[in-house]
């Protein structure tokens, strides 16, 4: 990097890595916010009928429901998921990265 | 027992020896001239304070900031700035303003500048070697023979075609993307707003601050004397021994333990004794110098003008750059009712501008100040003449290539340390010359190893330091996104996903099986809560979440490159607007 011009370099020569651990805490809280605030949404609107949409989440998040306490399930089930997306992804993309980019030395 | 000479007392050396009174020693600074600050000098003439080339004390460098505050403290003033260019008989707001500046030039030339700017950034330079090719990349060449030719032309007196890129590089280093992003980084903006509208004077000059340095040091047991030329420097092998200086015709030889010399390095290696190989000695001959010489004029009105110093662009006059003192300090001007201006002729020693008598001088510059409308001839009511030699080194085609040879003879001399703006033949600024005096006496008492020559204009030594810390964080937000390794991530994500949502629903089993789920066969034809749906769902999971990684990335990498480059055009918009002062 003491080339002036090894940014300019780098820029157009070197891919990013992420911390996997990271992308899927972020992940997981941004799926876990969007479960919480789109069932308590639902929750404070009520109506004969609430969120038979969004309660179909229960197939897959085991105790999660269209309730106060179903959108505490739900954030926990939405930050389990989201982490393991965000964990998987860029596992997976760092190690396409290296595997394509071998010769490039990491950050 | 350290015993110090300091060859030259300006800025450089005058810094190195206050440093040096630090540490207990009692160095010995050797000035020719009858006064200190060399470059950065205050001359006087019948109580008129006259500054050689107008300094504005304004440093990126904490260490040399302290040092002025230190010493003068209280005597500084906060001035406003305020400088125009003259050219075809009107004044540009210096920055330029871009309105101010197509206005000014009237409908029709602000057409031809805006066509020219078009074609140059259709058609570029394909190489940028010279001054002339990098501005003309950025600006177009009517604008560049406008606001840049004529004035660098005059100060360094070779076409810009000829100025290489090499002198462009430096003085332009602070545009490579990575000091602009450093820069981002690090300056708040705040600084470069302050640094364009007011900047620090002494109240009488930039010499009242090297006088009041000489004072320190003799006061701490130094010596500053003055009018004593160097003549020979004496060496055995690659120790120097002594240097012979000269006074009133008498030679008295001073000895020392250590040299630390700011005179202009091509003068050293030919002053030593024995001298140095003969490839040497030519190279140091090669090396060659810009000087100037001002034309200080006492002019029987107040307020001729408001700014601080006019660009005079204009060929039909010769004079380069015009000091109003009275707006630098109103402490330089002791009547009231008069002004005191400086006009700055850039020419080179023993030419004939260089040889003119003074008498002359001061016609001509009375003529151009008529001339461009300052003030009548009939105004001007006395006059000096002062010339400043070796004022720039020059940056010619082979000037690095004479430097390689000089620097690799000077840095095997074990006992010296080349400093300043000629002892390093680098187009230094007065903080910069400071700041290799500082680290120059690092060097010598705490044996630090500071690399002299890399102290340059525009790139601060400290934010290199600095800079060592942040490369990592730039290397990690700024490179580019793998799009396919991310497509690759996101379509594995997206059909694992879509399989497992699937089988799960499946295992589950009920009456109607994933109604829900099956509404993706309206996008994925065949697609089925199914075991075999599960499968396609896969497939079809993969291609789009593939899709939408590639994409995102795509996206990504775009908006980080447009980013980049409009952080960039910026900074280069505001460093041009600005150029002059780095010519």
């Known amino acids: ?107 | 027992m350290r015993n110090v000479v300091i060859i030259g007392g300006g800025p450089a050396g005058l810094t190195a020896a206050r440093e040096l009174t630090k540490f207990g020693d009692r160095p010995t600074v050797l000035e020719k001239n009858p006064h200190v600050g060399g470059l950065s000098c205050t001359l006087e003439y019948k109580g008129y304070h006259f500054d050689m080339g107008g300094h504005r004390f304004f440093t990126k460098v904490d260490e040399v900031n302290k040092i002025w505050q230190e010493v003068l403290g209280g005597e500084f003033l906060r001035r406003p700035r305020m400088s125009r260019i003259f050219y075809n008989n009107r004044f540009f707001h210096y920055p330029l303003k871009p309105l101010n500046a197509l206005m000014g030039l009237g409908i029709f030339q602000a057409v031809l500048v805006v066509l020219s700017y078009l074609r140059w950034q259709i058609w570029p330079h394909k190489q940028e070697d010279t001054f002339e090719q990098w501005v003309t990349n950025r600006f177009g060449h009517r604008l560049f023979s406008i606001f840049f030719k004529t004035y660098t032309e005059k100060v360094w007196g070779i076409p810009c075609s000829e100025l290489r890129a090499e002198w462009a590089a430096q003085r332009i280093k602070g545009l490579s993307l990575k000091t602009v992003l450093l820069t981002m980084f690090l300056k708040p903006q705040k600084t470069i707003k302050t640094l364009i509208e007011e900047f620090d004077y002494p109240r009488l000059g930039p010499g009242m601050m090297w006088q009041a340095v000489a004072g320190e040091v003799e006061e701490k047991g130094g010596r500053v004397r003055l009018g004593e030329d160097v003549v020979r420097i004496c060496r055995t092998g690659s120790r120097i021994d002594s240097v012979v200086v000269a006074r009133e015709g008498r030679e008295e030889t001073l000895p020392a333990t250590d040299f630390i010399s700011s005179m202009p390095v091509s003068e050293l290696i030919l002053k030593l004794s024995p001298p140095p190989p003969e490839p040497v000695l030519e190279a140091a001959r090669r090396l060659t110098y810009r000087d100037f010489l001002t034309v200080c004029l006492i002019v029987g009105k107040r307020d001729l003008f408001p700014d601080n110093w006019i660009y005079v662009h204009s060929t039909q006059v010769r004079v380069g750059r015009i000091q109003n003192f009275a707006n630098w300090s109103p402490d330089m001007v002791p009547d009231p009712s008069k002004s005191s201006l400086g006009l700055e002729y850039f020419c080179t020693e023993g030419d004939a501008l260089w040889n003119t008598p003074d008498a002359r001088l001061l016609e001509l510059a009375a003529r151009e100040l008529e001339t461009i409308g300052l003030a009548t001839r009939a105004d001007v009511q006395d006059g000096c003449v002062f010339r400043v030699p070796k004022a720039y080194p020059v940056y010619d085609a082979s000037y690095a290539e004479y430097m390689v040879t000089v620097r690799g003879f000077v840095d095997g001399l074990e006992n010296l340390q080349t400093i300043g703006r000629n002892g390093l033949h680098r187009y230094n600024n007065q903080d910069h010359a400071m700041l290799t005096g500082l680290l120059a006496v690092r060097n010598l008492v705490l044996g630090e190893h500071n690399d002299l020559w890399s102290v340059n204009t525009e790139a601060e030594y400290h934010e290199e330091i600095t800079e060592k810390a942040l490369t990592p964080a730039l290397e990690e937000y700024f490179p580019r996104i793998d799009r396919l390794a991310l497509a690759g991530a996101t379509g594995a994500a997206g059909g694992l996903a879509l399989f497992l949502a699937t089988i799960l629903l499946v295992l589950k089993g009920g009456a109607v099986v994933g109604p829900t789920l099956g509404l993706l066969g309206q996008y994925f034809p065949g697609y089925t809560v199914s075991p075999s749906g599960a499968v396609l769902g896969l497939l079809y999971g993969f291609v789009a979440g593939g899709a939408l990684g590639w994409t995102f990335g795509l996206l990504r990498n775009t908006v980080l490159l447009l980013y980049v480059a409009i952080i960039r055009r910026r900074v280069e918009l505001g460093l041009l607007r600005r150029f002059l002062e780095f010519v």
């Open chain 1, 1 to 107: 990097m003491d080339d002036p011009r090894a940014l300019e370099h780098l820029l157009v020569s070197r891919m990013v890595r992420f911390n996997a651990t990271v992308q899927g805490v972020v992940t997981g809280l941004v799926l876990g916010l969007i479960v919480f605030v789109a069932t308590i949404w639902l929750v404070i609107k009520g109506g004969p009928v609430v969120g038979p949409h969004l309660s179909l989440l229960g197939q897959y998040f085991i105790g999660y429901r269209v309730t106060v306490l179903g959108s505490l399930v739900g954030f926990a089930w939405g930050f389990v998921v989201g982490f393991g997306l965000g964990f998987f992804v860029t596992a997976t993309y760092n190690w396409l990265t290296d595997l394509r980019h071998r010769s490039t030395p990491r950050a």
